[in-house]
């Protein structure tokens, strides 16, 4: 059964850090593509980041120069580095992966809960 688990949610104030984490576990032969989604409250599920198995990345507009995604392959965790957090990046943050097993299936974790205060 995999399964994914995001971590480092928490509350911060404005201008603030975090760094969420994403890992993988269970029959899992590669991970391949995973993206990091936010949905706030009232509010769509969009897409934040992504990066793909050989490292390419892809960042929303609203969080270009601020946010970072990165993978650790041998730990089967995919990180979201959030430097200058703003109010609006209040939300819960989900972890998507492409994950090959007996099969290619995409997954969601649970998400993590992240709070911007002014």
């Known amino acids: 059964q995999v399964q994914l688990v995001e971590s480092g949610g928490g509350l911060v104030q404005a201008g603030g850090s975090l760094r969420l984490s994403c890992q993988a576990s269970?029959?899992?032969?590669?991970?391949?593509?995973v993206g990091w989604y936010r949905q706030a409250p009232g509010k769509q599920r969009e897409l934040v980041a992504a990066?793909?198995?050989?490292?390419?990345?892809n960042y929303a507009d609203s969080v270009k120069g601020r946010f970072t995604i990165s993978r650790d392959n041998a730990k089967k965790t995919v990180y979201l580095q959030m430097n200058s957090l703003k109010p609006e990046d209040t939300a819960v943050y989900y972890c998507?992966?492409?994950?090959?097993?007996?099969?290619?299936?995409?997954?969601w974790g649970q998400g993590t809960q992240v709070t911007v205060s002014s």
């Open positions: 269970g029959s899992i032969f590669s991970i391949n593509a």
């Open positions: 998507n992966a492409d994950i090959l097993g007996w099969s290619s299936k995409n997954y």
């Open positions: 990066i793909t198995s050989g490292g390419m990345t």
